[in-house]
C-alpha cells in the first residue's frame, strides 16, 4: 500500500490543501464505489459532474478528493486541484498497483469493427501456443476462466488494473484489450504499456462524439503512441494513413504491399481458405470480412514469435465469438444469423458475405445517439443491397423510436427500399421469422451478446436477443 503523502510527490496538481495523511486503499470516480481510504476523482462528464457527489464519497470513507471545480473544504480532508482529472486518475491507478502492465504483454485492438473478434482470436492462439492469455473487452474480462463483469468495451483503468493484477497473480502473462475509440480519449488506458497495438479499420461511427473522421482516427492512434509494436490493415485507407505516421508498422491484407499477406483465397459453403507465405490456412466462417481480423491475429502471433506452420495447425479450430456472423440452428430450414453489427461498414461486409439468390429480411435499429447522417447511411446500406428491413428497437436512450426510425427510412428512400416499422423488438423478431421462407436469410443486428436494451436514458431493461429468437421458434 501507498501513503498518500508519497503519492502527492509523485503525480500532478494545481493546489492542494492538506488533510490527514493515511494508507490509499482505492482509488475510483464513482461514488457508489467509494469505501475506507479511498481516493474518489470527481470527472465533470457530459451527463454526470462528479463534484455533485464529493460529499456523498466522503461520507462512504474518501480521504482525499481530486477536482477540477471549486469545492468546500471539510476537515481531515486532502484536496488536490488538478487540470485534467482524467489523467490523474489513471496517474493515481498505475501507481498505487505499481504499473502491472509493464510486468506483461499487453496486445491492443482498435478499429471500428472487429475488435472483439480480433482480440478473442489473439487470446486463442496465444492459448494454445504460448501459455494462459486473458482477454478484456465488450463481453467483459476472462482471466483464466474467471469471467469479470466490466463498465465498458474499454472499462475504466481502474477496473483494468485490477483485471492485469490478478493475472499477475494468476501467474499469467499475455492479455488481449479492446481499445475503443472512447476509451483512449477519456484516457481509460492512459499510462498502459502495451506491447502490440493493433489497427483493424475505421468507418463512419461515434461522428456525434468525435466530429470528424479525422478526430475518430486521431483517438484510435493513441493506442499506436502507446505501443512497442505496431501492426496495421494495408488494405484499409485509414490502415495506410497509420503506416505512413507510424513507418516500422506491420502489415497485413491481401495487398502486395503487406508483410503478411493473404493469397489464394477460396470461400466454399464450409470457410475460406488462403495461404501466407506458401502456408495453407482454413478458416471455418463465410464472412469475407473475418478474413482481415485472422490476418490480424497471424500477424501478432508471428510477430510473438509462433510460426505460421504452428498457426495453420490451431487456427481452423477457433470456436468463434457469440453473435459475429453466429447461425441459429433450428428446424425451420432458415439461415438465421445474429450479429452485433451496428455501423453501415459493418452492415455492408454482412450483406456482401450473403448469397445474391437468397431472399434476405433484416431486424434492426440504432442506438439514440447516432446523428440523422449515420441513420441515413445505414438505411440506404439495407437498400442498397435490396435486404427487407423490420425497422425496430435498438437502446433509443434519450431520443424516441419514432425519431430515429424516421432517419432511417429517409436514407432508404433513395432506392425505395422495402420496410416494415415494428416498434417492439420481440414483435420485430416474431414477424420477421414468421415471414421468412426455407432457404431464406434472416439477420438480427445491433444487439448480440447483450443483456440489456436502453429504452429510457441509460437505464437497462434486461434483454437477450438469441434466447428470444429460440423461444419464437419454439412457438411457431
Known amino acids: 500500500m501507498m501513503k498518500l503523502s508519497d503519492l502527492v510527490k509523485k503525480i500532478k496538481y494545481l493546489e492542494i490543501k492538506h488533510g490527514a495523511d493515511f494508507e490509499i486503499r482505492e482509488v475510483t470516480n464513482n461514488s457508489q464505489k467509494v469505501g475506507e481510504n479511498y481516493i474518489f476523482v470527481a470527472v465533470k462528464g457530459s ?15 474518501a480521504k482525499a478528493v481530486i477536482h477540477t471545480e471549486e469545492v468546500e473544504y471539510r476537515d481531515g480532508i486532502t484536496y488536490l486541484k488538478v487540470e485534467d482529472p482524467r489523467e490523474t486518475l489513471a496517474e493515481i ?21 472487429g475488435k472483439t473478434t480480433t482480440s478473442k482470436l489473439i487470446a486463442y492462439l496465444i492459448e494454445k501456443i504460448f501459455g494462459p492469455c486473458a482477454n478484456i473487452g465488450t463481453d ?51 499510462g498502459l504499456r502495451f506491447k502490440v497495438g ?14 470528424t473522421m479525422d478526430e475518430y482516427f486521431k483517438a484510435k492512434m493513441i493506442l499506436f503512441e502507446n505501443s512497442e509494436i505496431t501492426i496495421a490493415n494495408i488494405d484499409d485507407p485509414w490502415g495506410e494513413k497509420a503506416v505512413k505516421l507510424y513507418e516500422n508498422t506491420l502489415t497485413f ?76 440452428e433450428n428446424d425451420k430450414d432458415l439461415n438465421i444469423i445474429v450479429d452485433f453489427a451496428h455501423t453501415p461498414r459493418a452492415f455492408e461486409e454482412i450483406f456482401k458475405t450473403l448469397p445474391e439468390d437468397k431472399k434476405k429480411i433484416a431486424v ?24 427487407y428491413a423490420i425497422v425496430t428497437t435498438d437502446d433509443p436512450k434519450f431520443d424516441t423510436y419514432e ?20 416498434k417492439d423488438r420481440k414483435d420485430a423478431i416474431e414477424a420477421a421469422l414468421r415471414m421468412a421462407k426455407p432457404g431464406d436469410y434472416v439477420l438480427f443486428m445491433g444487439k448480440g451478446e447483450e443483456n440489456f436494451i436502453k429504452l429510457h436514458g441509460n437505464e437497462k431493461t434486461p434483454w437477450n436477443e438469441k434466447a428470444t429468437i429460440r423461444e419464437i421458434l419454439g412457438k411457431i
Open 253 to 328: 491484407g491481401k495487398s502486395e504491399r503487406a508483410n503478411i499477406r493473404a493469397t489464394d483465397v477460396t470461400k466454399t459453403s464450409e470457410g475460406i481458405s488462403f495461404k501466407v507465405d506458401g502456408v495453407d490456412f482454413f478458416i471455418r466462417t463465410i464472412a469475407d470480412f473475418e478474413l482481415n481480423n485472422y490476418l490480424a491475429a497471424i500477424s501478432t502471433l508471428k510477430i510473438l514469435g509462433a510460426s505460421l506452420t504452428e498457426l495453420s495447425e490451431v487456427i481452423t479450430d477457433f470456436p468463434g465469438v457469440g453473435s459475429r456472423f453466429e447461425y441459429i
Open 364 to 387: 434492426f435499429g440504432i442506438q439514440g445517439d447516432r446523428n440523422a447522417e449515420f441513420r441515413n447511411l445505414i438505411g440506404k446500406t439495407v437498400s442498397d443491397y435490396g435486404i
Open 403 to 422: 425519431n430515429i426510425s424516421k432517419d432511417i427510412v429517409a436514407g432508404m428512400a433513395e432506392n425505395y427500399g422495402a420496410y416494415t416499422l415494428i
Open 198 to 211: 493493433i489497427f483493424n479499420n475505421l468507418s463512419t461511427e461515434h461522428l456525434d462524439y468525435h466530429k
Open 93 to 113: 491507478s498505475n501507481l498505487i498497483t505499481d504499473f502491472p502492465s509493464e510486468k506483461l504483454n499487453v496486445i491492443g485492438v482498435t478499429g471500428t469493427n
Open 47 to 61: 451527463i454526470f459532474d462528479g463534484h455533485k457527489y464529493i460529499d456523498e464519497a466522503i461520507e462512504k470513507g
Open 140 to 190: 467483459g474480462a476472462n482471466v483464466g476462466g474467471e469471467i469479470i463483469e466490466t463498465s465498458n468495451t474499454t472499462p475504466d483503468i481502474t477496473e483494468i488494473n485490477k483485471v492485469l493484477e490478478k493475472c499477475l497473480e494468476k501467474g499469467i502473462n499475455y492479455v488481449t484489450l479492446e481499445a475503443s475509440s472512447h476509451g483512449l480519449v477519456q484516457k481509460r488506458l492512459s
